[in-house]
């Protein structure tokens, strides 16, 4: 067969864009699914990626496509995680290759990758806000085109969901969010919303009532438009007064389903009718997350994210050698040691395994709460918990803690109470992409009045500032970044609680440059400037700057230079020069920071070249500056 005729039995090869799918009878849709799963299966084994959570949306990526005119139609993916298939369907089938990779598809759903890709994502429960102004304009442009949010159960917990929910319900626009209810968060899902969830898809006499209700969505034209109006109301009325409304109904909306999110034929015929009704809608789709590969149906927390793997042996946690041990290993480890203390409670929203409590949470299930995805709250809950005396530790990504900088400074801060931030993922993280680095929790917290800034470099020093900020009278926050955590880099000790390091002195300070580095900085700050004349020093501390330390190593230097792994407009060599030259301290001096763009995804190695970061890019710009500070003579590389 010539190469360029497609296989007819290859049905994926017959799609670049969904309206070559639409073009399909609807009897092939099932065999596309089964494609589309296989492929992607294969797909993520060999780059790594979310794997269960798009498994699980396979046949209700390939209906909602069917039925909606997409990309004029819009779909809001919520989180963005689960949107392979969906990019598999709109013509990015050959470039899953690249997923995650440098200059490849990003493993969220991006408005500069496709225009099928009508938001952009990566944290969750966006999605009905979004979608709810995709609608509304719509409607104020006399444009008649869908708008649909796709999200999850998990991502329904947060706050924002619920904000979106409350204005659709009043304003009543062409707006249809899919529910799609997987049971699972990252782990299993939490909280009241979840038992309301399990009530309607468990209740036979909402599921008789709603029955009554799918039919009527069958019926067209003016006769069923009365019926439906009249029986529809009876039916709600029935539901009021057996008290089985959802809470969807309750908030304006019409709740249809719940129904089998695997069964295509069903879906197709529903969102099929959905797609004519006008108003909030809420289809209620049910289905497993892992869906078709039994490792992660098994183990769906564990396939949530995973690396490369063989899917004919299915996935195992193979680790050649003894694996370096993580910073958030370190923290975890912290922690156990810690969990004799009965004031001591955790909170995380809904980041149980990657935060590292799992262990905690296992032996001290009482002192240790998954909120659900719900950053705000999880800080003031802490607050609360503060304001009664215990000891909480949030334990956050820094990109999810964006999400709760209000809290922190209004509810615990001005409050000056006692929560210690275990702060993950500080700085880039690589595959995840821009919507995941932790570019500014140092530029924000740097600006609010009792927050300390602790800024560990080796574990001992984050076990240093986790047990003082455990014990101390102010909020203290902990960052460290992904990755491996050296044990202990050495060097001077400090003078004083919040005191500097001198990790590693110059020979002759005044024919050297003096490198002020931060946290995970510090590592990379003594590999770069091993055969350097250079001081490399280790804040420890961003907030407070231990300023007796600091003067006289500025004044001893010819030059100084900041490292840090955190925003560079607001960083705090931003405050270190500004705070020095107030002070009359005038020195050759140079920021080395987070660029003011956003970095894509790649390697973390390849995130932090990009930002001039990594260790040759230090060496460079080192090099660089004490040719301009120094005799040339003295500067040997
Ligand atoms: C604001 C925010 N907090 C945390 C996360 C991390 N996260 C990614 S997916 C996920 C679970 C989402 O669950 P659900 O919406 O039910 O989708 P599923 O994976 O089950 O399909 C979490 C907590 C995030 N992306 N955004």
Redesign the pocket.
Known sequence: MPTNTPDPTDLLSLIELPEDLRRMPKRQLVNVAAQLRAQLIDSVAQTGG?L??NL??IELTVALHYIFNTPDDRLVW??G??AYGHKMLTGRRAAMANLRMRDGLSGFTRRSESAFDAFGA????TSISAALGMAVAAQLRGESRRAVAI??????T?GQAFEALNHAGELQSDLLVVL???E???SR?VGALTDHLTRLRSNPMINRLRQGGQTLLAHGGPLGELLNTTRVGLRDGVKHMLGVTSLFEELGFQYFGPIDGHDLPALVDTLQNLREQTGPRLLHVVTQ?GKGFNAAERD?VRY?GVGKFDPKIEPKPTIAGTPAKTWTQAFSDWLTHQAENPEIVVIT???IE?SGLADFAQRHPTRCFDVG?A?QHAVTFAGGLAAEGLRPVVAI?S??LQ?AWDQVIHDIALQNLPVLFAVDRAGLVGPDGAT?AGSFDLAFGQAVPNLRLAVPADEHELKTALDLGIRFDTPVLVRYPRGDCPADLGGEPPATPFGLRVRRPAETPNQSLLIVALGSKVRAALQASENLPATVVDLRWAKPIDWDALTPLIRAHAGWMIVEEGSKLGGIGATLIATAAEHGLYRPVQHLALPDFFIEHGTRGECLADGGLDVDGLHSRMSDFLRQILPASSVSQ
């Open positions: 979310h269960a959570a699980g949306v919520d989180v995680h689960q990566g944290h969750s429960s999200i999850g159960d998990g991502a329904l947060a799609n209810d997987n699972m968060s990252i899902n997350k769906p949530h929203p809904a980041m990657g995805i950053e990504y990109t999810f999400r995941h």
